[in-house]
């Protein structure tokens, strides 16, 4: 059963970088077909996808972030990285990785979620 989880900090400065973490267990995510991906929801509103990296290790994003926000995988730890540089309060949302075998549009494995806070 593959299994997935978010880690990083839960307060960051405006100005500052944001990285988070997804561990993955139960398969590597070199497997093809998987698709692995960030997705956020900010308070009040729905999802939003922000980016996600092949099982090749090609990565995509979202074209509204996609000058502030990098994807990266470390395949000897089984994990895939979020970094999101000059966040703002904007930024604050509930942070999930998910992945599964249909690319953006539908999920099989979900993390728990992860809130993050952009405040001084």
């Known amino acids: 059963q593959v299994q997935l989880q978010e880690s990083g900090p839960g307060l960051v400065k405006p100005s500052q970088t944001l990285s988070l973490t997804c561990t993955v267990s139960g398969g590597p995510i070199t497997t093809s077909p998987y698709y692995w991906s960030w997705i956020r929801r900010p308070p009040g509103k729905g999802l939003e996808w922000m980016g996600g990296?092949?099982?090749?290790?090609?990565?995509d994003h979202s074209p509204s972030l996609k000058t502030r926000t990098s994807i990266s995988r470390n395949t000897s730890k089984n994990q895939f990285t979020l970094q999101m540089n000059s966040v703002t309060p904007e930024d604050t949302a509930v942070y999930y990785c998910?992945?599964?075998?249909?690319?953006?549009?539908?999920?099989?494995?979900w993390g728990q979620g992860t809130q993050v806070t952009v405040s001084s």
């Open positions: 998910a992945g599964g075998t249909m690319g953006r549009d539908e999920y099989d494995y």
């Open positions: 990296i092949q099982y090749t290790g090609t990565p």
